[in-house]
């Protein structure tokens, strides 16, 4: 029958037109088959190899190193510090621009300022900060002149450790202004009316209400902030420029051999330790995103 | 009847922003300080005027290389940006829905991995694509293709779902629009405020990449920023100023003109209109 004909040759073009649609994702899947996937499995794979390519634990005795523990705790502490001070400081923010009209000048700056500060990382960051606090910096002697206090009378520490507190938390704020800045809009005036409506103060509210509602919000902005700080690595090459401080640096070390016992094979094993403090962290912070989700619509 | 507020009282207010904005100043203002200082003491326009030479004199030859390297690498990222990330993220917007989930998680495997990690995992791999396509800056698009993802894919994803491009697409697809009609016609010009900001975020990265570059030697803008502040931090500072100041006038122009977008197309009622109504 030819209409039967005709139908069978419709299903046809249409299956034609299902592989057709499966095609479109090809060269995107391919490319992240290549460029993420690859090079993700090579990192750590690398650090299950010797240096004959055959399989082998021996690299994880880096860990037995406590040097590299400290460098792991370095970096922990450095990115707590910062995502704890950046938080308080970005949510502070946050907070004194609820009450600034949402069209206004002000929030476009604010906007506009922390999308390209939260991405101002790296060399121009440290460039930044040695023209800010180097040692012939306006600030230093300034303070030497005025105040009769030198901030190195103890040494040089901006390139150190606590030299990298400044330039992050001038990431990390703008960053923390991006990520909670929704949740903190999301409080809506009439929790604030039906709590006073039934005779809470300002303080009762904020207690039982908006902190409990922003909590999850907060954490995971935190989580976030931590996980930004703890994987940066340009800023804290352009300014420190030989050590290995914190884990970034020490897998620099590894990479271009500056360390005699080094070699690309424990490069792999302190990416794979980085990598699994970052999944914890993501993981936390999307059970976070999700109890926060809560009280949206 | 009388509105409690949860914003600050606005002597607050005015702290709390003055005050950040007073401490986020001074790292500019002191970079500003230095490009002005003259090497025999006191102040001049000097390293501003060398600024013109930047192209010619042999001893900015570093960074006039890594600038045109990394202009380069902008323009090729954004052609797989808009090339292959947009059209797929849109064609699993609008024909495999179920697979938005996986994209979302594959989107954010870079931030998760740091990318001090995958240089790890680069290396190699550009070991073998130097034997075949030359140790040239170019192919580092490719990775950083990988380090823009996340932030493209979240610039065009909120914009797709703010306007309904299912909806449109089948509306426009049974009225007889083919599939190419659909893109051209109705999802490019609607989510063109997603595609500019992903474009622009694309070459801020681009632009700022170091931890790649630096790792598999190739010279870029800021390898060779660094390369130059050892023998001219003068300019090495400038530069960065300069380049930060342009960024930012970028972003709010943006930002400026997609708030007016966003106005003309669904006006908000003013607080005056909605008492009006109440």
Known sequence: MPNRKIHGSKEQWFSLKRKFAWLGLAPFSVYILAFLGLPTVLAVGSGFRDGQGKFTLANFSVYSNPAVWDTFGASAGLSALTAVVGAVAGALVCWALTGVNQDSAVRRMVDAASSVLAQFGGVMLAFAFIATMGAQSILRLWMQETLNFDIYANGVWLYQLPGLIGPYLYFQIPLMVITFFPAI????????????????????????????????SFLGALLLLFANSFSSYATAAALISQGAQIVPLQIRAALIGETGASNANSAGVLALGMIVVMAVAMVLYSALMKRAARWQQ | MSRVATPPQKWLRRVILWGVTLIFLIP????????????????????????????????????????SNSAVLSGLTLVLVLGVFAPTIIWVHLRFPKFERILDLLTVLPIAIPAIALVVGFAPIYRLLGKSLGSGEWTLFLAYGVLVLPFTYRAIMADLQGMDARVLSEAARSLGATWFAVFTRVLIPGLRRGLLSA???????????????????????QTGLLQISQTNPFIAVLVSLLSLIIMFVLLATVSGAGSRIRNSKVRTPSAKEKSYVA
């Open chain 1, 185 to 216: 809009e999301r409080l809506r005036p009439q929790w604030v009316e039906a709590s006073a409506t039934l005779g809470a103060n300002k303080c009762q509210y904020w207690r039982h209400i908006g902190f409990p509602v922003l909590a999850p």
């Open chain 2, 199 to 221: 474009s622009l975020l694309t070459i801020a990265i681009v632009m700022g990449e170091f931890t790649v570059s630096s790792l598999l030697s190739r010279t870029t803008f």
């Open chain 2, 28 to 67: 500019l203002f002191a970079m500003t300080e230095f490009t002005l200082r003259s090497p025999g003491g006191g102040y001049s326009f000097e390293h501003w005027l060398a600024l013109g030479e930047i192209g010619d004199s042999r001893q900015y030859r570093v960074l006039a290389n890594g600038l």
